[in-house]
């Protein structure tokens, strides 16, 4: 039996919910739409919900605009009904019911990341831990110890003993198979890489390793190597290896389907980095298509490397499309239409209203404060005084008159700033908010059971205006 919905929203936005929600294809009856009885629906709180809302519901799921901050644990023992958060714009909400009529579940994934710290010999174990917690808190599931040909590496066994004390899973990665088997002997969980004729560095551990070609890119090497750890009953990995751009890559990518062909049960593991380092793109794109790659071929390992400043949330990256290809192949599904972070420069619907519909909006404000939109004709700003459009901030500073209000005209130029990017990339604008980058940058937390509290330059527009008003009462005094 389908699930009863009901949406709340306000008295400016009910027309176009309703046009939406109707178009969602959802079974007749199963929906309705109640107003509030609040102009703008991100202002409702959750006194007015408990107080116009009748009882009972009659729903299963109540879903509140995105913008509205409440706390909806409240709510929801207040009416016991399941209150949820949709998304901030009508415009969304056919990708909020995209998928089996809720949005989609990316909490699940089944490939693991390596993260390599590929310095780790300069670093002091202290200092191999703060980075290890931090590649952690990116998506990491095993910190990879990266040793450095000719570097000296005396703190190697300490530093993976202590990286297992604190709960890591750790692997380390070296051409020095005196090194490995030292890694082995401290406790490492994976060694990187082994071939067949180093395949007994891990003789009476219990380390897996990570076996490759040798010669490189002798698929018939890796083979030997694979089925010879399986007549010993050694777990492990194969990595044919992923070559660069011009540098043996689609051959490399043969290797990998090949090996898949001929050992379908085999575990692999792919390095990305001869991709993500050594292309100057966008990681974002060139990460997707790699574990689209990894998620046809089965393969549910990856090795990352984070060292290119193009790359400096590389593992972010990885996390984020592992979840995505994850999903699209659970649902039979192109990885598209889920979200997820890995469209940052552009949005696939970047402009949630038409000019036409910010100008109906424009029409209906009764005060002096502005509201700032983006279409695709431009920077809309508007307020009971006039609306203006532009594609150029700089072309409305004079239609502002707040050339005397230093707090408001920095308040305007940071929106009109935001929002000229947000035009010229193509991007989602909100006034207030910031621009969501995807997982190219971090968030900035966000309580949503409440209203923002006042910012710097509201404060200070108060501020000025209490001391003009002192200013003035000042000069009354005198006068008197």
């Avoid at 990708?95 to 909490?107: V, W």
């Avoid at 390596?114 to 670093?123: C, G, K, Q, S, V």
């Avoid at 390793?209 to 399986?230: E, K, Y």
Wanted: charged share 30%; net charge negative; aromatic share 6%.
């Amino acid at each position: 039996m389908a699930q009863r919905l009901l949406f709340l929203t306000g008295r400016l936005a009910e027309p176009r919910l309703q046009r939406t929600v109707a178009g969602l294809g959802l079974p007749e009856g199963t929906w309705r739409i109640a107003n509030v009885g609040v102009k703008v629906a991100a202002l409702m709180t959750e006194a007015i919900v408990r107080n116009r809302l009748k009882e009972p519901l009659e729903a299963d799921r109540v879903i509140v605009p995105g913008r509205s901050r409440m706390d909806l644990g409240q709510l929801q023992e207040h009416f016991g009904v399941p209150f949820e958060r949709g998304p901030d714009e009508i415009i969304d909400l056919p990708q909020y019911f995209g998928k089996g009529g809720k949005p989609p579940d990316l909490s699940k994934h089944d490939m693991r990341i390596f993260a390599e710290i590929i310095e780790a010999p300069t670093l002091s174990v202290e200092e191999t831990i703060t980075r290890a917690r931090s590649l952690q808190r990116s998506g990491a599931d095993i910190i990879d110890i990266g040793c450095q040909p000719d570097v000296p590496y005396p703190h190697l066994e300490d530093t993976v003993r202590a990286l297992k004390a604190e709960g890591f899973k750790v692997s380390v990665d070296s051409g020095n198979f005196d090194e490995l088997r030292r890694g082995a002997l401290a406790g490492a969980d994976f060694l990187l890489s082994l071939d067949e004729k180093t395949l007994d560095v891990v003789d009476g551990t219990k380390a897996v390793p990570v076996l490759v070609p040798r010669p490189h890119g002798d698929l018939a090497s890796l083979v030997r190597a694979i089925d010879a750890a399986t007549a010993k009953g050694i777990a492990h990995l194969a990595d044919p290896i992923l070559d660069p751009i011009h540098f043996g890559f689609m051959v490399s990518l043969e290797r990998y389907a090949e090996l898949r062909r001929l050992r379908p049960d085999v575990e692999m593991l792919m390095g990305t980095g001869n991709l993500t380092e050594l292309t100057d793109a966008d990681s974002q794109g060139v990460t997707a298509t790699v574990l689209g790659i990894c998620s046809e071929l089965n393969i549910r390992n990856v090795l990352v490397v984070q060292v290119s400043p193009h790359t400096r949330r590389t593992v972010e990256e990885h996390d984020a499309a592992r979840r995505l290809m994850y999903r699209a192949r659970e649902d039979e599904s192109l990885p598209k239409g889920y979200g997820g972070g890995l469209l940052s420069l552009h949005d696939l619907l970047p402009f949630p209203q038409s000019p036409k519909q910010i100008a109906a909006l424009a029409a209906d404000v009764r005060d002096k404060n502005f509201r700032i939109e983006v279409a695709e004709d431009g920077i809309h700003v508007y307020n009971r005084d006039g609306h203006y459009v532009a594609t150029d901030a700089f072309e409305l500073f004079d239609k502002l008159g707040v050339e005397k209000d230093g707090p408001h005209a920095f308040y305007l130029g940071h929106e009109l700033a935001k929002a000229e990017i947000a035009f010229a990339l193509g991007k989602r604008f909100t006034q207030d908010g910031s621009l969501d980058w995807g997982v190219a940058a971090a968030k900035k937390t966000e309580n949503l059971t409440r209203h923002a509290t006042e910012g710097a330059t509201l404060k200070a527009a108060r501020k000025e205006k209490r001391d003009a008003t002192d200013r003035r009462d000042d000069r009354d005094d005198d006068q008197r």
